[in-house]
């Protein structure tokens, strides 16, 4: 069966420190991959897909990007943290658009 | 820009009642939709799905779709404390990635 590992679970980070998520997926081969964001109180935004290694598309201009070194795995970066880049990010993968995503268990990141 | 409308809430309703979810989209050439709940700090989960016209039923959960009207619904029957989360309606644009509604806040009364 299918699986998808995001870490860490919970971060602090202070304004203009550098910030690495990783997403693994287990169990599938090229899957679509996704990073979303949500903020206290806010729905989800998409940030960052991907359909194959080395093929990244961003959906919202701002200080993250995305890289996807290896089929099953996706990183979120970023150089220098803002306070506004707190929030809740999920990563989450598919197959098939038809079925849905499946979410990770996500990152809380808090800039401070 | 694709859409997706959730009122927000919250929606309280009496245990052992019917909730209520509804959700409009505004791309016709949408062809999946979803229905998501997340609960308070975790990842939301996937619990239904709907393809075609008409209402698809799992358990006490029955989705309904009616793309005439761009509307999708989700009934919880015998609603239980633990169905209180935020359920978030989702839909597939055929363009590599599915839009989200802001979700719809859901308490259930004890």
């Known amino acids: 069966s299918q699986t998808i590992h995001q870490w860490p679970a919970t971060l602090v980070q202070p304004v203009g420190s550098p910030l690495s998520l990783e997403c693994t997926v287990e169990g599938t081969s090229n899957p679509n991959l996704y990073w979303y964001r949500q903020a206290a109180g806010r729905g989800l935004q998409l940030l960052f897909y991907?359909?194959?290694?080395?093929?990244i598309s961003s959906e919202v201009p701002q200080n993250l990007s995305a890289s996807r070194p290896q089929d099953r795995q996706f990183i979120l970066s970023s150089k220098k943290l803002l306070l506004s880049d707190s929030g809740f990010y999920l990563c989450?993968?598919?197959?098939?658009?038809?079925?849905?995503?499946?979410f990770g268990s996500g990152t809380r990141l808090t800039v401070v | 820009q694709k859409e997706v409308e959730q009122n927000s809430g919250p929606l309280s309703v009496p245990e052992g009642a019917i909730a209520s979810l509804n959700c409009t989209y505004s791309?016709?050439?949408?062809?999946?939709f979803f229905w998501y709940r997340q609960y308070s700090g975790k990842s939301p989960e996937l619990i239904m799905s709907?393809?075609?016209?008409g209402d698809k039923e799992d358990g006490r959960f029955t989705a309904q779709l009616n793309k005439a009207s761009q509307y999708v619904s989700l009934l919880i029957r015998d609603s239980q404390p633990s169905d209180s989360a935020t359920y978030l309606c989702a839909v597939n644009g055929l363009d590599d990635k599915i839009i989200f509604g802001k979700g719809t806040r859901l308490h259930i009364l004890p």
């Open positions: 991907s359909v194959g290694i080395g093929q």
């Open positions: 709907i393809y075609s016209n």
């Open positions: 989450a993968w598919s197959l098939n658009l038809n079925y849905g995503y499946t």
């Open positions: 791309d016709r050439g949408s062809q999946s």
